[in-house]
């Protein structure tokens, strides 16, 4: 199983700062993936990111306001940009084994945007 | 449209107690679903996975239960315990995506 790891674990940030989200995984994996759960709500992809391209956002979710970097297949950060109190939720880094058998999950960011 | 509810959104149990919580999906065309518990604060934990051709699935005292026909799934909880206090996920992928449509939870709280 893949033990992932975020920083930092929370956060409270002023409205219109930037904040970005590191997730460490200890085992190489090819497609990591971003999420955000708002309060009371279930997990929402933010977008899908592979080593070595860009990666890819859902409705909703784009790039300036959302930038993700993969440097390598250990490694993702995610940053938060200009940002409001609606973005105050848990951002949770995922990946998937290469067998997709199971989905592994980071423990999350809460952030807190006043 | 693919979707997953579940149902109930929330639930209270007396402990040592089981207890059935229910999901529904439209996604097509289906892959697997899995079943995930979320402690407050924490990132979901994979409980269980079935694919098509499988209707029950243990872990534990979990046991999963899946019906492709009537495109149902069931989570079973014998003899709650207080740790059994969290957010069930019901997650259901499409066949040649890694897109998971993630139902909205199930919240149980297990009492003393």
Not at chain 1, 37 to 63: C, D, H, K, M, R
Not at chain 2, 51 to 64: D, L
Not at chain 2, 71 to 99: E, M, P, R
Request: glycine share 6%; proline share 4%; aromatic share 8%.
């Amino acid at each position: 199983s893949a033990v992932i790891s975020q920083k930092p674990s929370r956060d409270i940030c002023q409205r219109g700062t930037s904040l970005t989200i590191q997730c460490q995984v200890d085992s190489q994996v090819t497609m990591m993936f971003w999420y955000r759960q708002q309060p009371g709500q279930s997990l929402t992809l933010i977008a899908t990111a592979n080593q070595g391209s860009e990666a890819t956002y859902e409705s909703g979710f784009v790039i300036d306001k959302f930038p993700i970097s993969r440097p390598n297949l250990t490694f993702s950060t995610l940053t938060v940009s200009n940002m409001s109190p609606e973005d105050s939720s848990i951002y949770l880094c995922s990946v998937e084994e290469s067998r997709g058998e199971t989905q592994y999950f980071g423990p999350g960011t809460r952030l807190l945007v006043l | 449209k693919n979707q997953v509810e579940q149902s109930p959104q929330s639930l209270i149990i007396l402990e040592g107690k089981n207890c059935t919580l229910q999901c529904n999906y439209t996604v097509s065309p289906f892959s697997n679903l899995r079943w995930y518990k979320q402690d407050t604060g924490r990132g979901p934990v994979s409980l269980t996975i079935m694919t098509f051709s499988e209707n029950t699935k243990s872990n534990g005292r979990y046991t999963a239960t899946l019906d492709a026909d009537t495109k149902q799934s069931s989570l079973h909880i014998t003899a709650s315990q207080l740790s059994d206090s969290a957010s069930y996920i019901c997650v259901v992928s499409a066949s040649g995506t890694y897109k998971y449509i993630f139902g909205t939870g199930t919240r149980l709280k297990v009492l003393a």
